[in-house]
């Protein structure tokens, strides 16, 4: 996974990170309060649209394009538009997450860089914090803390089954279980 930026900051810039928790539980609100979730599904294209229409100086446009196998998405600004590129080859629940992951440069770190090409998502290793802070925002998003925690009381312990009401892929639905401090048996 890597991102690959074409924005120089000069040394006597210090670039911090936006506060994730504030922005990505504001961003939560706005979307359950604009009706860009349907049941527990966030609809992606709806977001998009939502968030490029409050900041209308740096719209989003949203496009499904042939890549390589290993390639995402990407996000690059273009005269004066981001342009979120997701592969088309890729699974829909793939798409919905890289969507997700590149709005979340969009909202973080587009004062950093002008260009992110991203290439393989929640897999152990070598990880910047700006691939992270990416793949927690659309985590957050896609699987918020308060519906997959009632989920899980109301007796959904399958991943394939949490996974499907959300509408991601189980990797992704098991990473996000651990994080909330779930313990899964070592079959799952």
């Not at 890549?67 to 629940?93: F, P």
Request: neutral net charge; contains cysteine.
């Amino acid at each position: 996974m890597g991102s690959r930026g074409k924005r120089t900051i000069n040394s006597t810039t210090t670039y911090t990170e936006p506060d994730l928790m504030k922005g990505i539980d504001d961003l939560l609100k706005q979307a359950r309060e604009n009706g860009c979730y349907e049941d527990e599904k966030l609809n992606v294209k709806k977001l998009v649209d939502y968030v490029s229409s409050i900041n209308p100086d740096e719209p989003i446009k949203l496009e499904y394009v042939q890549m390589d196998r290993a390639t995402s998405g990407s996000l690059t600004y273009e005269g004066g538009t981001w342009v979120i590129r997701v592969n088309q080859n890729h699974n829909s629940k793939r798409q919905r997450f890289t969507i997700l992951h590149e709005l979340g440069h969009y909202t973080l770190h587009r004062n950093k860089l002008l260009s992110f090409t991203d290439e393989i998502f929640f897999r152990a290793g070598n990880v910047s914090d700006i691939e992270y802070r990416a793949n927690e925002f659309a985590s957050k998003l896609l699987m918020p803390e308060d519906s997959v925690r009632k989920a899980i009381a109301e007796g959904i312990r399958n991943l394939g089954m949490l996974a499907e009401r959300f509408d991601v892929s189980s990797p992704a639905m098991k990473i996000r279980v651990q994080d909330l401090g779930y313990k899964l048996k070592q079959n799952e």
